[in-house]
């Protein structure tokens, strides 16, 4: 999905479903009772200010749309984490569904996760976490076959620093290079493997909840 600086309906979904319900609700009745019952001295604005009374099912509905597709999108994302069944089935999925599994055990850890929508099947920072004033750049690589080498490790340690962040996190379907785990060595970087991430996945009981 595509990270809060796009159209209003995409980062609305990008919020919890109950967020947008709230939203929804205060839109409803502040159209429907509150803006009508106050007295303006412009005609124009006493106009207007009916004619929201009409307006309020409709803006509401706009944002119980949007309310419904996080809904969906969260249903999925937990589906996604509860039906794997080790490395196999986690080496099977696309890179998309990749980085949205990685997101769903972050989220059941506690961290707050925002897609950035701008790595692609193939570079970039993919998940920005955040928790207890902990700040994460997570970089996400379904390569089932190649081995991870530095350079990504490198380039993403090059991220962290320009943007101040805690740390880096590389996480991949396969295994990294004797020389990517070299230069993680000593530095805000952690490497996680296929083998890693299955028991992870592995640890998180099927009834907590997405923070």
Known sequence: MAKLNG???????????????ILAVIVY????????????ENTFYTGTAKAANVLAPFC??????PAAISAIDSWHKRRLLERQKGIGSIRSIAWREFEELVGEAYRRK??????????????????ILRKNGEHLLVQCKNWRMDKVGVKVVRELYGVVAAEGASGGVVICSGEFTQEAREFARGKPMELIEGTALARMIEGIPLTSQSA
Do not use: E, H, M
Request: aromatic share 14%; proline share 6%.
């Open 60 to 65: 509401a509905g706009l944002l119980l749309f």
């Open 7 to 21: 159209s209003i309906p995409d980062d609305l979904a990008l919020l919890p479903w109950w967020v947008n319900v």
């Open 29 to 40: 009745l502040s159209l429907k009772y509150w803006i009508p019952s106050i007295k303006f």
């Open 110 to 127: 506690g961290y707050r996760v925002t897609q950035t929508g701008g790595g692609g099947a193939d570079g970039g920072v993919d998940l």
